[in-house]
């Protein structure tokens, strides 16, 4: 089953970076970060920014420090290559928790299934590369020495979860908390999951209140998209606490008072519940684990963040697999365990077979849906499009529109669209988006650079551009 689903997330992910669907944001912008980092220096987020800016104050991500070797093998494939193994080893830690905890091959096999089927992690395959997947992947490991009581090696797994991005710590701190509370009668336990949960809260706060905001050039996080709440994170909490009565409509609806429901709330509560969320209700105690999840999603200002679509509804998947296992173990008898994980996994792959063909927000486009021919054949030329790129030097600083820069961002200097100061070369394809520019904006941009005298132009055929400084910049300035 492992072998089946890694090929699958393979099929979906290689086949989409190959013909040109990833974009800069994230997997070019983390790429380029990978070379800075195999080269032993930092990366100042030129894919990201006009200026420059330690990427670590966009997401602390440490990460890509971690797998910047394999870059010299995958190249810009790299961490496709790390999410697909990622989410693979995630399933068997599912797989062997749910053994040790239930005894029983089949339930096992099909809550494994139940992972690799759930529509977060088809989502999340289909849109890139993002470091919450690799540690959304790494939290049944965490939960499974935990069970076993094997303490030493889930502190490891709990710091390699905290490294992956800023808020994994704050997840954490409610997986710790539940176990916590479920294991509260034996002792030692008790203790190490205090230490954890106390651990996350300080890592989560660091980070999050000084480290971040001690790298950006206005001295603020960068991703407190929670203007319903308040200005802060201390105010978010404060008007929590005050009125509480807003979280009704807040579950729900676009804004507090009911007035409009959110389209992308309502999916998401029907695919969790119907993938196996309700089956927690027999269990309460296990919601706790969910309870970030929800206020990061459901409150945040942008709609898309709100639904079941791209990354971020990938930790859900974990925490709800990891959380039948002990659900089921209680509340079932030996003869009902394995149908009922023979119900959930079924009931898992179908929404997350769904989600990819017919939902509101999920992977709705020819990136996730690996059983349809328009998957493996693009309607642009892409042979056209890497003859073009491959007359740009792998050394070369370049500027790229944003499917391109994802093939491209594997090198030292690679900037965001359509910031050419530092470039040496612009490269464009006339069938892919120019935002953040609009489209007379950019027929205005190129015209302007093919007449000013300082660029070349190798190639114009009306389906791509490629323009060459003619005084190339060699020294250091970024």
């Not at 979906?12 to 790429?31: F, K, P």
């Not at 230490?195 to 300080?202: D, T």
Request: glycine residues 6%; proline residues 3%.
């Amino acid at each position: 089953m492992a072998l089946l689903f890694g090929l699958l997330y393979a099929d979906i992910s290689l086949v989409n970076h190959y013909l040109v669907r990833t974009e800069t944001l994230d997997l070019g912008l983390y790429t380029n970060a990978l070379w800075d980092y195999a080269h032993f220096q930092f990366n100042h987020g030129e894919c990201l920014n006009a200026y420059r800016e330690n990427l670590l104050h966009d997401h602390f991500d440490l990460y890509l420090m971690i797998f910047s070797p394999l870059g010299y093998i995958f190249g810009s494939y790299t961490l496709l290559v790390v999410q697909v193994l990622a989410l693979v080893l995630g399933g068997i830690a599912v797989y062997k928790l749910a053994f040790l905890v239930l005894n029983n091959r089949f339930s096992a096999l099909m809550l494994q299934l139940f992972f690799y089927g759930f529509f977060g992690v088809f989502s999340a395959i289909a849109f890139d590369y993002h470091s919450n997947v690799v540690a959304a992947a790494a939290m049944p490991w965490f939960a499974l020495y935990v069970a076993k009581k094997r303490f030493g090696v889930a502190w490891l797994l709990l710091i390699f979860i905290w490294i992956g991005k800023e808020n994994m710590a704050l997840w954490m701190l409610f997986v710790c908390l539940t176990f916590l509370i479920t294991g509260w009668q034996h002792k030692n336990q008790r203790l190490q999951l205090a230490l954890m949960s106390l651990g996350s809260a300080v890592y989560f706060i660091v980070v999050l209140q000084w480290a971040m905001p001690a790298l950006t050039h206005n001295g603020r996080y960068a991703h407190f998209d929670y203007p319903i709440l308040g200005k802060s994170i201390a105010e978010a909490v404060k008007n929590l606490i005050i009125h509480p009565e807003n979280l009704k409509y807040l579950l729900m609806d676009q804004r507090t008072g009911g007035v409009e429901m959110s389209v992308s709330k309502l999916e998401l509560w029907m695919y969790l519940a119907l993938s196996g969320g309700v089956l927690l209700l027999l269990r309460p105690v296990y919601l706790l684990m969910l309870l970030p999840l929800f206020f990061q999603k459901l409150f945040n200002s942008r709609e898309h963040i709100r639904g079941i679509g791209f990354q971020y509804a990938i930790e859900f998947g974990p925490s709800i697999a990891v959380a039948l296992v002990f659900v089921i173990q209680s509340a079932f008898n030996d003869a009902m365990k394995p149908r009922v994980a023979f119900v959930l996994a079924a009931a898992s792959c179908i929404m997350g077979f769904t989600s990819l063909d017919n939902s509101h927000k999920g992977a709705t486009n020819v990136q996730g849906r690996f059983y349809r021919k328009e998957h493996y054949i693009s309607k642009e030329d892409v042979a056209a499009m890497k003859d073009v790129l491959e007359m740009i030097p792998p050394n070369e600083r370049v500027v790229a529109s944003s499917r391109l820069l994802a093939q491209l961002a594997y090198r030292n200097y690679a900037y965001r669209w359509p910031y050419i100061e530092f470039a040496n070369y612009v490269v464009h394809c006339n069938a892919h988006s120019v935002y953040p520019q609009k489209p007379d904006d950019y027929q205005v941009f190129i015209e302007d650079l093919k007449n000013n005298g300082g660029w070349e132009v190798l190639v114009d055929d009306g389906f791509m551009v490629l323009l060459k400084r003619k005084h190339l910049i060699t020294d250091d300035r970024n």
